[in-house]
């Protein structure tokens, strides 16, 4: 499990997905990316995430608690959070 403290200070995302380059993502912007995941997995989420009961709550529980999302068999979608140097 993540430590929510690290993301309260951390804004950016660097998130890895299947045959696409890493790129680095506001936490707006991983927000969007993670809530059309999660709509598109329907009953495919696991069920620690079925169990919430909006996509909201979903969402925020994988950028509070996890760093990667299982897509299928030879898929993967992770996020992790970064300080971008001032």
Do not use: H
Request: proline fraction near 3%; glycine fraction near 4%.
């Amino acid at each position: 499990m993540a430590d929510a403290m690290l993301y309260q200070e951390n804004e950016y995302f660097v998130v890895l997905e299947t045959n696409q380059p890493e790129v680095i993502l506001s936490v707006e912007e991983l927000r969007e990316k993670l809530t059309g995941v999660v709509e598109s997995l329907g009953d495919r989420l696991p069920r620690d995430l079925q169990r919430l009961a909006t996509t909201e709550a979903r969402v925020r529980s994988l950028i509070e608690e996890a760093c990667e999302l299982d897509l299928g068999p030879d898929r993967f979608l992770q996020w992790y959070a970064v300080r971008l140097a001032k």
